[in-house]
């Protein structure tokens, strides 16, 4: 490989980690390539060709943290409900543990079926 294809390669790359690192902003993929393409000088096409790369390298990145994300999930959960009842916030408390509850595979139709029927029945007053 001659210099000259060594120099392109990486300034391809270093366009690649820049469109990277911009996409974990939020914005859509067609307002980040067009960013992207005026940025950096390149052609829409270019830019798009870059996404393309941008995109193989979120679906590595997925697939490897995707065994970790449920026990990060459940650690946020829990540091969520904590700080939710520290400050007295017990509607978003309850939802979080309907949320753990559902990974768990507690079901709404589970809890109903377990719970309790209690049924009152009021009487006419006899003489």
């Not at 392109?8 to 690192?21: F, H, Q, T, W």
């Not at 393409?37 to 697939?63: H, N, P, Y």
């Not at 943290?65 to 520290?86: G, S, V």
């Amino acid at each position: 490989m001659s210099q000259d294809e060594r120099r392109s390669n990486n300034a391809k790359e270093d366009r690649v980690r820049r469109l990277y690192r911009r996409q974990l902003e939020g914005l859509s993929a067609r307002a980040l390539v067009y960013e992207h393409a005026e940025r950096e000088q390149v052609s829409d096409a270019t830019a798009w060709r870059d996404w393309a790369e941008v995109k193989l390298l979120v679906d590595e990145d997925w697939k490897s943290d995707r065994e970790n994300m449920l026990a990060r999930l459940q650690h946020m959960r829990t540091k969520l409900f904590n700080q939710a009842i520290k400050k007295g916030q017990l509607q978003t408390a309850s939802q979080v543990l309907d949320s753990i509850g559902r990974v768990i595979g507690e079901s709404v139709e589970t809890v109903n079926i377990q719970a309790p029927d209690l049924t009152i029945k009021i009487q006419e007053k006899q003489d």
